[in-house]
């Protein structure tokens, strides 16, 4: 999930501030982590431990309230008991890579995707997305070709993922919505030639800039293996101490084991 991490934190300076290029730093002074990553670790603690998702995104969420959520979300959060609210925006997609990393079969991927997704966004969309991120996850893990990826993802959601960056970018604009982002973040990958490629193609089209190189930057990680050491470095130096033995302990078992 670091992949997301990363993708999260180098796009977190452009989301109001877009850019349509590839060429720009890729870590600047104000790079930080925000929501999208609060609830990747959110995910990847619950299935750690087995507990229930819900709880460990009101957990991390309560202890970040900072970190950029959307109002309804925040809502959501501090609600008590917090009853799904029908959102088919991309926030269920951002935070499932850890489902793609975990589990062994489509069948289970799905569903547990589906879970994560409908604490919150229990519109068909919503649920859709974050199953389509999860999937491309887990069939970039398992060693199928992008090719297998994008036939797949196209056949079971609907997506058309036959356009191209170049087509996009010119008249694309900020869209959080699942339709809006999602393929467009996928494209971002299927056109790729590393994980860091990938984020800064995501980002490029100007949109959603963090959650869409979070998604792009998962899915990256899953097909290509390996993120270089430097991004590394600095992805944990822009972390709170408390995410790291979260992210340590799912790479263990589920990454690099």
Known sequence: MLGAIAGDIIGSVYEHQPIKTTDFPLFQSRCRFTDDTVLTVAIADAIIKNNDYKSALKTYGQAYPDAGFGMLFFNWLFAS?????????NGSAMRV?????AFDTKETVLEEAEKSA???????????????VALAVFMGRQGAEKSEIKSEIESRFGYDLDRNLDGIRPDYTFDVTWQGSVPESIIAFLESESVEDA???????????????CISGAIAQ????QIPEEIVKKVYSRLPEAFIPVIENFNRRFVNG
Not at 97 to 101: C, R
Not at 199 to 213: E, F, P, V, Y
Not at 222 to 225: C, D
């Open 81 to 89: 008991p917090g009853e799904p609210y029908n959102s088919f925006g």
């Open 97 to 101: 890579s850890p489902v793609g990393f």
């Open 118 to 132: 409908a604490v919150t966004h229990n519109h068909p969309a919503g649920v859709a997305g974050a199953q389509a």
């Open 199 to 213: 984020i800064r193609k995501a980002i490029s089209l100007g949109g959603d800039s963090d959650t869409m190189g």
């Open 222 to 225: 899953a097909y290509y293996k």
